[in-house]
């Protein structure tokens, strides 16, 4: 094709620009994924989305995992959270998912809402519904819960309603979510 | 939050609520200068409970804040308590005025996932359906889009239309709305022999229809002057903010994912993408009435390459369960029933990703399995969000029945927006 330049290979660009920012990167059916250190995210995407030859101009998603598992720990996962950012290269018909570990007892990440402004909302129902904040957000207001609702949803210790079984292993767990009437 | 008594109640709440605004309308809106005012939950032309916090200036729209979450159902938390084959059936839920599309977003991450196969008859049933949801859910965005603006005879034409297509849901899956129809590894059911005439008949009905509501809208002065200048969406503005589909395509930017990475045997189909020009209410207006037509030509062409006899779903037994009639003879064929009915099937501890085109825009899946039957998370990104968060720069400086106009013309399902 004239006019376009030749691809990139992500990885080895990020790579060779910000030698610090990629931690990891895994290849599942077809799909990269790059590891970015926490710090470096808003430069990774400011990279990625102006470089000649990757040019991720659209921001499909931003999503956010926990990784607690059910009897404590995440595993061989080195933080309790991810976040996954889904970029989309509309030049070269091609994806890239971002991956940024935030540890559990400080789970702040930089917005890029400089970047892509329409990560407004989806970062907004992250901080929402999984309780990681984004230093520097524009509008930190609760999207989908009321403005006055205790704890994140989406968070793997939240219950699912209120009808978890109880049993003697769980049962201080389960009452502390309880909304009992408060003094 | 100070507490309130029966007198000072309404006091204390304002001023809880004014603070939390600072930075997000202007200053003006402190002094009075402006007027904030409530637009929703409950107005009709909202499209379902979207409230949108109003900074008004006279008429004019100073500022805009759009405040969502009133259909919020947890669907996405409630997949990770359920089987991968369970979760298809929430999924409807969500976008319910497509909910073929939801089904097939979540069925081809899981078939990613799995990596599970899905025969080539299966595919064409799968894009037939998908093609009726697109004309099924363009239907309701007309009628209702019209009746906002004041055109009231376009609604009810519409829904006649669309009463034809909820038949063949019902034919095809035994539901009309909630179709649950797409499952991983094809679909449901083979169709019924009473389908496909079915089918052809509309196809025949229903092209001179969309000339009716042509005749009745595109030259209409009146509806010129509602929609055309209104809620302009530059194409860098569009990108910028996550628009999709026919929102960014009324923009004139030329992506469809059903072209540009196809899904489903989408590339061996024949059909136009059409593109606006200047962005505004009546470009994308005129984008789907043509996105209805090309769907008219691709389920065409659908029906006439679906082989009569073949598989409709796959045959990877620890996947998907096995024909009924099978039961009766092959112990093999129980035994997967059991599990696959119960237990369910594993999915490995690894994350996919997977967008396709709805008729609202991309919809995208991000499925994180845990080794085990059921998902760690779920996350679909949804148009209908990405829109309404858009919806601020689109509605700059324009006046409030403008609004109306241009909640109409990008096209929102609340419970898409909320999950």
Redesign the interface.
């Given at each position: 094709m004239t006019g376009i330049p030749q691809a990139l290979d992500p990885a080895a660009a990020v790579r060779a620009a910000l030698p610090e920012a990629v931690q990891d990167v895994i290849e599942?059916?077809g799909?990269t994924?790059l590891v970015i250190a926490r710090p470096h995210i808003v430069a990774a995407c400011r990279f990625l989305r102006d470089t000649r030859g990757l040019v991720y101009?659209?921001?499909?998603?931003i999503?956010?995992?926990?990784?607690l598992e059910p009897y404590g720990g995440w595993?061989d996962r080195p933080e309790r959270f991810a976040l996954?950012y889904?970029l989309?290269s509309?030049l070269y018909?091609r994806?890239l998912?971002l991956k940024v570990y935030v540890p559990e007892d400080d789970p702040v990440v930089d917005t890029v809402t400089p970047v892509?402004?329409?990560?407004?909302?989806?970062e907004r129902?992250i901080a929402d519904m999984m309780g990681i904040r984004f230093a520097g957000h524009?509008?930190p207001?609760r999207?989908?819960?009321?403005?006055d609702w205790n704890g994140h949803?989406?968070r793997?210790d939240?219950p699912?309603g209120y009808e978890t079984i109880m049993f003697s292993f769980n049962v201080d767990e389960i009452m502390k979510h309880k909304p009992f009437a408060k003094e | 939050m100070a507490i309130a008594t029966a007198k000072n109640e309404q006091v204390a709440r304002w001023e809880g609520n004014i603070e939390?605004l600072r930075?997000?309308v202007s200053e003006r809106a402190f002094t009075g200068e402006t007027m904030l005012l409530n637009m929703g939950p409950h107005h009709p032309s909202t499209h379902g409970v979207l409230r949108v916090l109003l900074e008004l200036d006279g008429e004019q729209i100073v500022s805009c804040l759009p405040d969502?979450?009133y259909l919020?159902t947890?669907i996405?938390?409630?997949m990770?308590?359920k089987t991968y084959e369970k979760c298809v059936t929430l999924t409807d839920r969500m976008d319910y005025l497509a909910p073929m599309s939801n089904n097939m977003a979540f069925c081809l991450a899981v078939e990613?996932?799995v990596?599970l196969d899905v025969p080539e008859r299966a595919q064409i049933i799968r894009v037939i359906g998908l093609e009726l949801t697109r004309i099924n859910s363009h239907l309701v965005w007309l009628g209702t889009h019209a009746l906002d603006l004041g055109a009231m005879s376009v609604f009810l034409y519409c829904f006649r239309e669309r009463e034809y297509i909820l038949e063949m849901f019902e034919i095809l899956s035994g539901q009309r709305m909630m179709t649950s129809y797409i499952r991983p590894g094809g679909v449901w059911r083979d169709i019924p022999p009473e389908f496909m005439p079915k089918l052809q008949q509309f196809l025949e009905y229903f092209p001179p229809r969309i000339d009716d509501y042509e005749k009745l809208l595109t030259n209409n002065p009146l509806w010129i002057d509602r929609t055309q200048g209104i809620g302009i969406i530059e194409p860098e503005t569009a990108?910028?903010?996550?628009?999709s589909g026919p929102s960014l395509r009324g923009s004139g930017?030329n992506?469809d994912l059903r072209k540009?990475?196809p899904y489903s045997g989408y590339e061996q189909y024949d059909f136009d993408v059409p593109v606006g020009e200047h962005g505004d209410v009546y470009d994308r207006f005129l984008v789907r009435i043509r996105e209805m037509r090309e769907s008219v030509k691709i389920l065409r062409q659908a029906a006439a390459r679906l082989p009569a006899k073949g598989p409709f779903r796959s045959n990877n037994r620890k996947f998907v369960p096995p024909p009924r009639s099978e039961l009766g003879q092959s112990m093999e064929a129980v035994i997967h029933h059991f599990k696959l009915w119960t237990e369910g099937f594993s999915a490995p501890?690894?994350?996919?990703?997977v967008?396709i085109e709805s008729p609202r825009g991309?919809v995208?899946v991000?499925l994180?399995g845990t080794g085990g039957n059921r998902p760690?998370?779920v996350?679909y990104?949804t148009p209908s969000?990405?829109h309404?968060?858009?919806l601020p720069?689109m509605t700059q400086g324009h006046l409030i029945a403008d609004l109306v106009a241009i909640i109409g013309s990008i096209d929102i399902v609340l419970g898409d927006c909320?999950r």
């Open positions: 599942f059916r799909e994924t101009n659209y921001l499909s998603d999503s956010a995992v926990d990784y595993g996954a889904h989309l509309m018909f994806r998912r892509w402004p329409g990560a407004n909302w989806l129902e524009p509008d207001r999207l989908m819960m009321p403005e949803p989406h793997r939240y699912l | 939390e930075g997000l969502v979450g919020h947890g996405e938390k409630n990770e308590h990613k996932l990596d990108l910028a903010w996550g628009v930017i992506w540009a990475m501890d690894q994350e996919v990703f967008a991309e995208s991000y994180h760690r998370r996350h990104k969000f990405m309404i968060g858009a720069v909320d």
